[in-house]
């Protein structure tokens, strides 16, 4: 199969040809469909921390079809359309069936989505109804990833939220929050050297206002929660936001 391989790290990628995946017992290949580029596979590419270098293939933000399952795994078949959650593990040890995954003995990373094919596990795979293309199957994850976070905010019917950030994952709670609450207002510190912003993005994300990043982004980021409160005394929400941002931009 081909496959887009590390040569290395701060080296560029090599399209070429490598052994097609056998899945083991409990495993399945899946030819991969469509495959994000995630933040996480640029820090990999660039950080020897991560324990990743020559041969090895990024991309775990992607969705394909079960093309062959191992003996004995059992809940996926071959032709189930599949997203493929990144996090490895076992699936079936006390941490996984609690649903924290991370303190599985086998927790690790899933890459291979920058190939034609990937191993994986079933328990890392979503079955994709009808309504959804496998386009939309690879942006789960990072869409997980948004929506944890506003759930995590307490984020209420009404309230207005300051997003700093417009990269993928900022974009992405902005999705969700509009879909929380249909009218709040978005504030974005878009990092833009021209101060030019993009009109899609304003319609397609209803924010009110964007912020171009500079010496001066801490005061105008004070200044854009204020004005989200309608005048209110800030709360605690707030306070924290300004801490936060002085202490990253001042």
Not at 9 to 17: A, D, E, G, V, Y
Not at 110 to 116: D, I, K, N, P, R
Not at 148 to 162: A, D, N, R, Y
Request: a positive charge.
């Amino acid at each position: 199969m081909r496959a887009a391989v590390m040569q290395g790290i701060r080296q560029p990628l090599s399209c070429t040809s490598v052994p097609d995946p056998k899945p083991a017992e409990g495993e399945l290949v899946v030819k991969v469909a469509r495959c994000g580029i995630c933040g996480s596979d640029l820090h990999i590419a660039e950080d020897p921390a991560f324990g990743k270098g020559a041969g090895y293939i990024l991309g775990h933000e992607f969705a394909g079809e079960v093309a062959a399952v191992g003996r004995g795994t059992q809940g996926v078949a071959v032709g189930d359309l599949v997203s493929v959650i990144p996090l490895q593990s076992c699936g079936h040890c006390p941490a996984c069936v609690a649903g924290e995954v991370a303190w599985c003995g086998q927790f690790g990373l899933q890459g291979g989505g920058y190939a034609e094919y990937a191993v994986t596990r079933p328990n890392q795979c979503i079955k994709l109804p009808q309504a959804l293309s496998l386009a939309d199957g690879a942006i789960i994850e990072p869409l997980a990833v948004a929506l944890h976070g506003i759930h995590m905010s307490g984020l209420k019917f009404g309230e207005k939220v300051l997003i700093l950030g417009a990269g993928p994952i900022g974009l992405a709670v902005a999705f969700w929050a509009r879909r929380a609450n249909s009218w709040c207002s978005l504030t974005i510190p878009w990092v833009a050297p021209s101060g030019q912003f993009p009109a899609r993005l304003t319609s397609s994300t209803s924010a009110w206002a964007f912020l171009a990043s500079s010496s001066r982004l801490s005061s105008r980021c004070a200044t854009a929660a204020r004005s989200c409160c309608w005048g209110c005394a800030p709360g605690p929400t707030h306070s924290t936001v300004l801490r936060c941002c002085r202490r990253k931009f001042a």
